[in-house]
């Protein structure tokens, strides 16, 4: 064989290599899917830390290569690097680390203050009951349907944590769901906030939050801890980081311990599992029908969950004195996306009145939410474990 057809065997070669070569239409759209994410992201501020991380993550599970290669640098393939980041995922690592973070930023001192919020969480956790059974009439197992209802409680971390236990193969389209929605709070809860209250409810003003002292908020994380997981033994992992981040932050003697939680390690997480997610929608696993249905759960879930919330405020008006009514406005943030909901809920009782601020009041239940969510991600994993 002469040099040069040597040369242009090794290059015909190179060629078969090449993303050109195994390109497929499910690599491109999913490609431009990722592009979309991150657009989103920039260009419209959709909460560009969870959207860039997994719209680049799409990308790149999605570049073509050949997989009888042996070049081990897919996620799917033992000994690759982002086989190792994935373990977090597939293991659930990552989400109780998340919500250890979630623990050690959060301020509980409006739940405490005014503890009849954690109904308004509670009742806010029928969008992901609701969806189960919605998931189970199209035809899923299950173990499938409890990963894709609990998209319902706006909850990345818990939805990522019960689907790696439960649906594996479903992980990718329920994570990448349950964030997207996430990011789409600000344009799903307003209309339906709006369409369910009057005017004159809108305007409710609500007494200041009470102050809550310190051994009120050392306390909480404790008795929390206690009651939640003698009820629900399997919701440990998330519950107790939780509890766990939330006493580091309000002990008083551990500050460091809950800045690096809440800050450089909880940002670590959170590149990490939002790259990953992002890698696990390979085409081939990620476009399906099932995909679609999931989506379409995902959101009627997602809505059910808002209006439960703002529905229960409603309702519990009917029994509370004029002096003591809650703005249904603070309904929406029953859901777990924290802050997010509870700034929807502040800006949208502004647009009514310039001097009613709700924000405080909208983090009662918006960390009830935190909390219903992952009693409901335990419920579910013990019954279908």
Not at 73 to 97: A, C, H, K, T
Not at 185 to 197: A, F, K, N, S, W
């Amino acid at each position: 064989m002469g040099f040069t057809d040597f040369l242009i065997e090794n290059f015909n070669e190179f060629l078969t290599y090449t993303g050109f070569a195994n390109a497929t239409a499910g690599n491109l759209v999913m490609i431009a899917v990722g592009v979309l994410l991150i657009y989103l992201a920039i260009k419209k501020d959709f909460e560009p830390l969870l959207l860039i991380p997994i719209g680049l993550g799409i990308i790149l599970g999605n570049i073509p290569f050949r997989a009888d290669a042996g070049l081990e640098i897919g996620l799917y393939e033992d000994n690759s690097v982002l086989n190792i980041f994935y373990q977090g995922v597939r293991m659930g690592w990552y989400p109780p680390l998340v919500f250890l973070g979630i623990g050690a930023m959060t301020d509980f001192s409006a739940l405490i203050a005014n503890p009849k919020l954690v109904l308004i969480g509670a009742a806010a956790q029928f969008g992901i009951f609701s969806a189960y059974m919605v998931a189970l009439a199209l035809g899923f197992e299950p173990n499938q349907a409890a990963g894709i209802a609990i998209i319902g409680g706006a909850d990345g971390p818990t939805a990522i944590f019960l689907s790696s236990k439960l649906s594996p193969n479903l992980m990718g389209a329920i994570a990448v769901c349950a964030y997207s929605y996430m990011a789409l709070v600000p344009l799903i809860q307003p209309p339906l906030m709006r369409m369910l209250t009057t005017k004159k409810e809108r305007v409710i003003r609500m007494k200041p939050v009470r102050q809550v002292s310190q051994t009120e908020r050392i306390l909480f994380p404790i008795i929390g801890l206690l009651l939640t997981t003698f009820i629900v033994p399997s919701g440990l992992p998330l519950l107790g980081m939780l509890f766990f981040g939330n006493l580091l932050r309000e002990s008083g003697k551990t500050t460091r311990l809950a800045k690096t939680a809440g800050s450089a390690l909880n940002d670590i997480v959170v590149m990490l599992l939002g790259l990953t997610v992002g890698c696990s929608t390979q085409a081939s696993e990620f476009l399906s029908l099932n995909t679609l249905f999931i989506f379409f759960i995902g959101a009627c879930a997602f809505m059910v969950a808002t209006a439960s919330g703002v529905l229960f405020v409603k309702l519990m008006n009917l029994f509370l004195p004029a002096d003591k009514k809650i703005n249904p406005l603070i309904g929406n943030a029953g859901v777990s996306a924290v802050p997010m909901s509870s700034r929807i809920s502040n800006n949208l009782g502004l647009e009514y009145d310039r001097h009613n601020f709700l924000l405080m009041h909208a983090m009662g239940p918006n960390v009830a939410g935190v909390i219903g969510s992952a009693v409901a991600a335990g419920t579910l994993l013990g019954f279908l474990s």
